[in-house]
């Protein structure tokens, strides 16, 4: 079954670089559309980032100029760069894909932007 893992989330301050991956399984990785999204407390789910099957990228007001979305297709891996934190980035990250009239989700991973 489809299934993807996210990773390399955790604690910074206000100002530095994170970088997170999502490892996809299950799924021919390169034809599908992969986006970001994020859940902070108490707030909806937001698209942060998302990248088409051929490359095109779109990115929310808020991270624009700030997180740069990329994928390697041979290592079925979505990877999402984070500079310049804010405490309000402060969420859980989902990696997702829609296929069919199915849609899947990670099980998230946790970034937190505090001094």
């Known amino acids: 079954q489809v299934q993807f893992v996210e990773s390399g989330g955790g604690l910074v301050q206000p100002g530095e670089s994170l970088r997170i991956s999502c490892a996809g399984s299950?799924?021919?990785?390169?034809?599908?559309?992969m986006g970001w999204y994020r859940q902070a407390p108490g707030k909806q789910r937001e698209l942060v980032a998302s990248?088409?099957?051929?490359?095109?990228?779109n990115y929310g007001d808020s991270v624009k100029d700030r997180f740069t979305i990329s994928r390697d297709n041979a290592k079925n891996t979505l990877y999402l760069q984070m500079n310049s934190l804010k405490p309000e980035d402060t969420a859980v990250y989902y990696c997702?894909?829609?296929?069919?009239?199915?849609?899947?989700w990670g099980q998230g991973t946790q970034v937190t932007v505090s001094s």
């Open positions: 997702h894909t829609k296929f069919g009239f199915d849609n899947y």
């Open positions: 299950g799924i021919i990785f390169s034809i599908v559309a």
């Open positions: 990248i088409s099957s051929s490359g095109t990228i």
